[in-house]
């Protein structure tokens, strides 16, 4: 079966999750599917132009194929998490929600300046939040090679946040 097909399969829909109005794609399921996890981490491997430096991963489902994939290209593996939960110093951003704001950190040593990186998260909604990690990746001095994610809402338009920092954005699953 094709992959897309496959994680399809896979994932399940929770409407109202977390509020009313917001249909939840569940990855959870995934990871009972070696099988699967393993060609999901090939698949964003062979859509790769160029081998990055470093995978760039988002709080927190961006943290399971994200290290998958860096371990498997034997490249480092660097966080990105929600104000207040990285130990060392940090570099932040802040941006913009539906209602409010909200601030993201990394490790102010955690990339090397010209670094080509590559940001991976499990789903792309409205883009915001991606392009908040590549605000945070320019901050330290370092290039977004290119975004990655399992899944993508295409009609919350997100790609068209990101456009402007890379428009090598690989998305395995589309809606
Ligand atoms: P956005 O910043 O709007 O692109 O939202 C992306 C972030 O929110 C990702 O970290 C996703 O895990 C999460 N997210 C947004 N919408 C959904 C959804 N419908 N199902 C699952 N996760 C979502």
Known sequence: MALEQSIKRS???????????????????IFYDQQLCTEIVN?????????????VGI???GFLFGFLMANKLNIPFVLIRKSGKLPYKTVAHEY???YGTSKME???DALKKDWNVMIHDDLLATGGTAEAAAQ???KLGAKVLGFN?????????GRNKLINHSNNITCLVQY
């Open 11 to 29: 994932i399940r829909d929770v409407p109202d999750f977390p509020k009313p109005g917001i249909l939840f794609k569940d990855i959870t399921p």
């Open 43 to 55: 698949g964003f491997i062979e859509k790769m132009q160029q081998k990055p430096d470093a995978i």
């Open 59 to 61: 709080e927190s489902r």
């Open 96 to 98: 913009s929600l539906e």
């Open 106 to 108: 990394i490790h102010e």
């Open 136 to 138: 945070l990746v320019k």
């Open 149 to 157: 994610f399992v899944v993508s809402l295409e009609f919350l338009n």
